[in-house]
């Protein structure tokens, strides 16, 4: 009776899974009663996972020799995936991100979730609900910036396989995949991909080792993932990343940095990691002024000594407040190492330090370019034998985000693309971080362009736009290279822009486009546009295409396109453009053309953000605009970036005077109310002023 009694659950248990998927492929929504609890996906041992041990498919679409039939068999038995009906599984349907969240929630358990979902399109109480709600809340699968999840949008290969590294703990696997194609999967995925393949996950999705990550991926190949995945992970489930947890990592010489670090650790209820050297300091090294081992590093800044140990799974963790004493006036080189082995994109790093006489000074803002990615807060300097007391009523005073903000790459590039003003970036379709304001240098040249782009570069300016047409592509690789040198940046720190233009560099696009690449001499561009539409386009966009292939262009994108051109063009190509830079400002707004374009997830991006040539004075003065700076206390200027920044507009304002360029980049600490945005938006008066 008792084994007769499993069957018969396990034939009602098939038989809910397959109304639960008819749901699932369908997005209709089904009543709770219908939808009996799977019970399946509870306690599965990856231990047992052997050919032997799985029983052939019952389905009839899934051939006994299908190379994903094994696979399939053993997700129907563990209630992880069944069927579209109770003799289909549909192996070439495709799966959505709300089926993935479902699957995922399954295979750990379907833990309770008390919170209903808070995306605009996501459902309370539907099949997906509590899904998508623990992806969320986990960080397996963070929703749109713009509020919504993305319930039926299609999930593409590399999304999928990205997913389930996250879920997985984002672990690291040394080398680089084999894949043929490797180099056109998004940079944010290629770690995923990485993983995948070494440890055989992707067995049976490669094609003449081919990836293709762009493409759909199907159930079939959904349960093979997650089949092989599970094979590989003897120890059985992991428990997914759940982000927004808060580390205190702290280098504490002589002890004096250490009950600092410990106060705070508690006060936050936060993670408590402490930077050891490898090779410990001795009193003699630290003696100051006797050119011993600190003194020595101190007056290199190429000086890395190294860190035993790391922090593990530093993917979880979204606040960090960072620890040491100062050396020399600055923060100790073992710092930088720290910083510089991990990705801090989108996290909030809070740096405090010890000393006997000297302030924080630029001990903190020097570390910033080692994290160029995080949101930095002020640091705050304390002296030895501080209390507890009064770390707590500095930690009490600080503006911590309550999770991070940091919007997903997964999810950004299925969807409208959503502004970070923390990180001031936005990730691209293509998987890569631009920031959302930056330098234009069109009628720049000579020394004045060389001297605008590195102010801009040193006033925190990390967006360059130039192209051929400007004639100052030189000068601009000039700048970005003596910046470089003599900033500490690094190259990925800083995203190029450049076009090629029509007539006959859009006729031979491949000698402009290696001509391009050549006068600013930076290895590669981060983005190239078309100047504007041409009857070589196609083929001109075609042969950029080849060059991101090769890697010596990560981005593409179009400029001065509108929705007539767009819809021209955009099927003729393979890489959907991240970018259309077209003139937006408050006498020509473009109000129908920028939600076109960013419903295609592709970011919008204005020149003459400030009215251009000959009108600038006339913008800046309108009456409107200066009563809306009066009451902020900014500037003209200020008030018409910020308006563009809030509308989802990258902006490019163009200068060769340090302080206006300075002042072009102060947009972050204020906002314009929804009054204040309707009355710039009554300005427009749909009148181009250049001819584009």
């Known amino acids: 009776?008792?084994?007769?009694?499993?069957?018969?659950?396990?034939?009602?248990?098939?038989?809910?899974?397959?109304?639960?998927?008819?749901?699932?492929?369908?997005?209709?929504?089904?009543?709770?009663?219908?939808?009996?609890?799977?019970?399946?996906?509870?306690?599965?041992?990856?231990?047992?996972?052997?050919?032997?041990?799985?029983?052939?498919?019952?389905?009839?679409?899934?051939?006994?020799?299908?190379?994903?039939?094994?696979?399939?068999?053993?997700?129907?038995?563990?209630g992880i995936m069944s069927g579209t009906t109770s003799t289909t599984f549909a192996p070439e349907a495709t799966l959505t991100r709300a089926?993935?969240?479902?699957?995922?929630?399954?295979?750990?358990?379907?833990?309770?979730?008390?919170?209903?979902?808070?995306?605009?399109?996501?459902?309370?109480?539907?099949?997906?609900?509590?899904?998508?709600?623990?992806?969320?809340?986990?960080?397996v699968i963070s929703g749109y910036g713009g509020g919504t999840f993305g319930v039926n949008d299609p999930t593409t290969r590399e999304q999928a396989v990205t997913i389930l590294w996250r879920y997985a703990g984002e672990l690291e696997t040394a080398g680089t995949a084999g894949v043929a194609d490797f180099a056109s999967i998004s940079t944010w995925a290629q770690a995923a991909v990485r993983w995948a393949e070494a440890n055989d996950i992707l067995d049976g999705m490669l094609d003449n080792n081919r990836f293709d990550p762009k493409t759909n991926i199907k159930r079939g190949?959904?349960?093979?993932?997650?089949?092989?995945?599970?094979?590989?992970?003897?120890?059985?489930?992991?428990?997914?990343?759940?982000?927004?947890?808060?580390?205190?990592?702290?280098?504490?010489?002589?002890?004096?940095?250490?009950?600092?670090?410990?106060?705070?650790?508690?006060?936050?209820?936060?993670?408590?990691?402490?930077?050891?050297?490898?090779?410990?300091?001795?009193?003699?090294?630290l003696a100051y002024y006797t050119n011993g081992r600190a003194d020595r590093e101190q007056n290199d800044a190429s000086a890395r000594p190294a860190i035993s140990g790391s922090v593990e799974n530093m993917a979880d963790y979204d606040v960090i407040f960072l620890g040491y004493p100062i050396w020399h006036g600055q923060a100790p080189r073992i710092i930088s190492t720290f910083l510089e082995s991990y990705d801090f994109t989108g996290k909030t790093i809070v740096p405090f330090c010890t000393s006997h006489s000297s302030g924080i000074g630029s001990s903190d803002t020097n570390l910033h370019s080692l994290a160029s990615g995080a949101n930095w807060l002020a640091g705050r300097r304390f002296a030895g034998g501080t209390t507890r007391s009064t770390i707590e009523d500095w930690i009490n005073g600080l503006d911590l985000p309550e999770q991070s903000t940091?919007?997903?790459?997964?999810?950004?590039?299925t969807g409208k693309a959503a502004f970070n003003f923390e990180t001031k970036s936005v990730t691209l379709n293509s998987g890569y971080e631009m920031p959302i304001n930056g330098l234009g240098t069109y009628s720049l040249h000579g020394e004045t362009c060389v001297n605008s782009v590195k102010s801009a570069l040193a006033s925190g300016v990390r967006?360059?736009?130039?192209?051929?047409?400007?004639?100052?592509?030189?000068e601009v690789g000039q700048a970005v290279r003596e910046a470089m040198e003599e900033l500490g940046l690094q190259r990925e720190d800083i995203f190029v822009i450049t076009k090629i233009y029509p007539g006959s560099e859009m006729a031979n696009p491949e000698q402009s486009i290696q001509a391009c690449l050549d006068r600013l001499d930076l290895g590669y561009v981060d983005m190239m546009l078309l100047h504007h539409p041409?009857?070589?386009?196609?083929?001109?966009?075609?042969?950029?295409?080849?060059?991101?292939?090769?890697?010596?262009?990560?981005?593409?994108?179009?400029?001065?396109?509108?929705?007539?051109?767009?819809?021209?063009?955009?099927?003729?190509?393979?890489?959907?453009?991240?970018?259309?830079?077209?003139?937006?400002?408050?006498?020509y707004q473009e109000n129908e053309v920028i939600p076109y374009i960013q419903d295609l997830g592709i970011v919008v991006q204005g020149w003459y953000p400030l009215g251009g040539r000959g009108h600038t004075g006339e913008l800046l003065g309108d009456e409107v605009i200066s009563g809306i700076a009066k009451a902020h206390g900014v500037s003209s200027a200020q008030v018409i970036l910020r308006?563009?920044?809030?509308?989802?507009?990258?902006?490019?304002?163009?200068?060769?005077?340090?302080?206006?360029?300075?002042?072009?980049?102060?947009?972050?600490?204020?906002?314009?109310?929804?009054?204040?945005?309707?009355?710039?938006?009554?300005?427009?008066?749909?009148?181009?002023?250049?001819?584009?």
């Open 463 to 474: 967006l360059i736009d130039t192209a051929s047409a400007y004639g100052n592509e030189e």
């Open 221 to 285: 190949e959904v349960a093979s993932m997650l089949y092989h995945y599970l094979s590989n992970n003897a120890s059985g489930q992991p428990e997914p990343a759940t982000g927004g947890k808060t580390l205190v990592a702290y280098f504490s010489a002589t002890n004096t940095t250490r009950p600092l670090a410990e106060y705070a650790s508690d006060i936050l209820n936060a993670d408590l990691y402490e930077i050891v050297p490898e090779a410990p300091y001795t009193d003699a090294d």
């Open 99 to 139: 089926m993935l969240a479902t699957v995922l929630h399954r295979m750990s358990d379907t833990p309770a979730v008390s919170d209903p979902p808070v995306f605009t399109d996501a459902v309370a109480g539907s099949w997906y609900s509590d899904a998508v709600s623990w992806a969320a809340k986990t960080g």
């Open 1 to 78: 009776m008792k084994n007769g009694g499993i069957d018969v659950k396990k034939r009602f248990l098939s038989f809910a899974m397959a109304i639960c998927m008819v749901c699932l492929l369908t997005m209709t929504s089904c009543s709770a009663a219908e939808i009996p609890a799977a019970s399946g996906g509870t306690g599965v041992d990856s231990t047992k996972l052997t050919s032997e041990s799985q029983p052939a498919s019952s389905f009839s679409d899934v051939p006994a020799d299908a190379w994903y039939a094994e696979a399939i068999a053993y997700c129907q038995q563990n």
């Open 534 to 587: 041409d009857r070589n386009d196609v083929k001109a966009y075609q042969a950029m295409e080849k060059f991101v292939e090769e890697g010596k262009i990560r981005s593409l994108g179009l400029s001065n396109w509108y929705v007539k051109e767009l819809e021209e063009f955009l099927p003729q190509v393979s890489i959907t453009p991240a970018l259309v830079q077209n003139e937006i400002h408050p006498y």
């Open 406 to 413: 940091a919007v997903d790459a997964v999810t950004s590039a």
């Open 643 to 692: 308006w563009n920044l809030q509308k989802g507009v990258v902006v490019i304002p163009g200068s060769s005077n340090p302080d206006h360029i300075k002042e072009n980049t102060e947009l972050y600490d204020f906002a314009l109310a929804d009054e204040e945005m309707a009355q710039i938006n009554a300005l427009d008066r749909n009148k181009k002023h250049d001819w584009y």
